[in-house]
């Protein structure tokens, strides 16, 4: 099973238009950097405007956040592009005569439910203005080990 790497797409298309804010970005130049299609960058970019993460703006012009990426959390674009998918599923279809079949699913509910609740309390705490950040020191670092 592939694990989506939407999410990450979609955290690396806002990162490219606000760190690229002053010049013409297209979708085209987007996907060059994410290594994917255009089409598929229109697609995210797309269900990021239905979310109100990219502003309105008309065909030619350069996609632009909404508001400012210090409002933007991490767990706002997850929802916008996940759609509150859970992080984890449990396979309930297991053999309840067997001790671990009988009791598993309960308890990986639970583990699961805490896991969850970690990992989006986390994403609630993050900006896209925090990953902007780290991306600039790692950048200028590299600059310096050049």
């Known amino acids: 099973m592939r694990i989506s ?22 979708s085209e130049t987007i996907a060059a950097s994410i290594n994917t299609s255009p089409v598929v960058v229109r697609r995210l970019i797309a269900e ?63 583990v699961y439910a805490e896991a969850e609740a970690a990992a989006f309390g986390q994403l609630r705490r993050t900006t896209l203005r925090d990953v902007i950040d780290r991306i600039e020191v790692a950048h200028r670092m590299e600059g310096e080990v050049s």
């Open 5 to 26: 790497t939407k999410f990450s797409d979609a955290l690396h298309l806002l990162s490219f238009i606000e760190v690229f804010k002053s010049q013409k970005i297209t």
């Open 48 to 110: 990021l405007r239905t979310a109100k993460i990219i502003g309105p703006y008309e065909g030619g012009c350069s996609p632009r956040l909404a508001e400012s990426s210090k409002d933007v959390t991490l767990f706002d674009v997850y929802t916008a592009i996940e759609h509150k998918r859970r992080l984890f599923n449990v396979d309930h279809d297991t053999n309840p005569r067997c001790p671990v079949g009988a009791h598993i699913p309960d308890v990986l509910d639970t």
